[in-house]
């Protein structure tokens, strides 16, 4: 059972350029989410998913988009990187009743841009 | 969701019992406790949550104070892998959003 899978695992992007961080799940789980750790710092919710088809944003959602096609992927797109978004990004599922028992998390990405 | 407030810092002695503490006075009647705890930049990792009863399972108990307005989080013997950030979130679990604070840092010495 892998859990939360994310890819990849380190990434270093040039200024403007796109790409999407991929994240999936093997759980079953409804609710999917993406999270941004700045050093020293909490994490902080760029955007989630309670379902196939259904996004929302969070705290940090700029610059970012989701979609969720099917229950198990919710990949992340950078649409034109900037140096702000050098973070450490984590992805994020539990079953929708649910949040009761817990959030598994993937063991992230870190991803530079210069 | 109600906000959380948690030392920055703590450290106990390895073997000892570590009892983190927090803060969550504008707790709501729905809103749960949770506790994660983030290892060295690794993926976060669920400990316990509660909601007015004390919880107990294999890594940790939590205590809710009666009136839940603060809890207690308890490894009951430490240990050197138990370093790390520890988390104190509160939350209804109806809408699945997790806060997190900046935690506070176990520093668990030998």
Redesign the interface.
């Known amino acids: 059972n892998a859990g939360v899978t994310q890819t990849p695992k380190f990434q270093v992007l040039k200024t403007g350029q796109s790409m999407t961080l991929q994240c999936a799940q093997d759980m079953n789980h409804e609710y999917m989410s993406w999270y941004r750790q700045d050093p020293g710092m909490g994490l902080r919710l760029i955007h989630y998913s309670v379902g196939a088809g259904i996004t929302d944003q969070g705290e940090v959602p700029n610059g970012y988009n989701v979609s969720r096609s099917t229950t198990e992927d919710f990949p992340l797109r950078l649409l034109s990187a900037a140096p702000s978004q050098t973070s450490v990004y984590f992805c994020a599922s539990s079953s929708w009743t649910g949040a009761l028992y817990g959030y598994t998390f993937g063991s992230g990405t870190r991803l530079t841009v210069v | 969701d109600a906000k959380t407030t948690q030392p920055p810092s703590m450290d106990c002695a390895e073997g000892r019992a570590a009892n983190l503490p927090c803060n969550h006075s504008t707790i709501s009647g729905n809103e ?1 406790v ?1 506790w ?1 705890r983030q290892i060295h ?6 400990i316990i ?1 509660g909601l007015k009863n004390n919880e107990t399972n294999e890594m940790a108990s939590l205590i809710i104070t009666e009136d839940r307005k603060s809890s207690t989080l308890i490894l009951p013997h430490a240990t050197l892998r138990d370093t790390a950030v520890y ?1 104190c979130i509160v ?1 209804a ?2 809408n ?8 506070i840092t176990l520093s668990v010495r030998p």
């Open positions: 749960y949770y994660y930049s690794q993926g976060p990792q669920y949550h988390y939350n679990g109806a699945s959003k997790l806060t997190f604070g900046k935690g």
